[in-house]
C-alpha cells in the first residue's frame, strides 16, 4: 500500500512563511511603521507614511528613511524562498522629495537570481503614484539556512520540475 502524498505546500504559502518569519524579528520595521502589503516569490510590496519625527532640516522625508524602506522591500523579496539572504550591496538614486503625510511605496521586483546571488529591483512611489527613488539591490543567499523549518528551501525547490526524484 502507497502512503498518501504530503500537502504540496505553494511558491506563494513559502513567501508568506518566510515573510512571517522575518516580521517577526523585524525590529526596525515595524519601529518605522513600514506594512508589508504583499509578497511573493521574488516580490514584496511595503509602505510608509511619512511622520513628523521623519523629516530632515529641510522638512521632507530624510533620504536615509526612504533608503530603509525599498531596502526592506528588497529583504522580504529576495527572502521569500525560505532561504536566509542578506544585502551584498545597493545604490539608490533619490528622484523626489517625500513630505509629512506622503504614503510611499516600495514595490521589489527580481530581476535575476541564480546560485548565491540575486539582483533586484525596487521603485519607491508616492500616493501619487510619483517616484520617489529607485533602488538596485544585490543580494547573496547563504546556502542550507531555512527561515522556516519544514518548508522548500530556494527558487529551485519551488519548481515543478525540481521535485524530487522516487
Not at 516580521?23 to 514584496?44: C, E, F, I, Y
Not at 510590496?45 to 530624510?62: A, F, K, S, W
Not at 504614503?103 to 546560485?115: C, D, I, Q, V, Y
Not at 527558487?155 to 515543478?160: C, G, I, L, N, T
Amino acid at each position: 500500500m502507497r502512503a498518501p502524498d504530503k500537502p504540496q505546500v505553494t511558491p506563494q504559502q513559502v513567501a508568506e512563511a518566510s515573510r512571517e518569519a522575518m516580521w517577526k524579528n523585524d525590529r526596525a520595521s515595524r519601529w518605522l511603521g513600514l506594512v508589508v502589503q504583499a509578497v511573493g516569490p521574488g516580490t514584496a510590496t511595503l509602505t510608509m507614511t511619512v511622520r513628523e519625527e521623519m523629516l530632515n532640516g529641510h522638512d521632507i522625508c530624510h533620504g536615509g528613511l526612504v533608503t530603509t524602506l525599498a531596502d526592506s522591500a528588497f529583504a522580504f523579496a529576495c527572502n521569500a524562498y525560505n532561504e536566509l539572504t542578506v544585502a551584498a550591496g545597493f545604490d539608490v538614486n533619490l528622484m523626489a522629495p517625500a513630505r509629512l503625510g506622503d504614503m510611499l511605496t516600495a514595490r521589489a521586483t527580481e530581476l535575476s537570481k541564480t546560485g548565491r546571488t540575486g539582483v533586484y529591483d525596487i521603485a519607491v512611489t508616492n500616493q501619487r503614484g510619483e517616484a520617489v527613488a529607485a533602488f538596485r539591490g544585490r543580494s547573496y543567499t547563504v546556502k542550507g539556512k531555512p527561515l522556516v523549518e519544514g518548508l522548500p528551501v530556494g527558487k529551485m525547490a519551488q519548481q515543478p520540475s525540481a521535485a524530487p526524484k522516487a
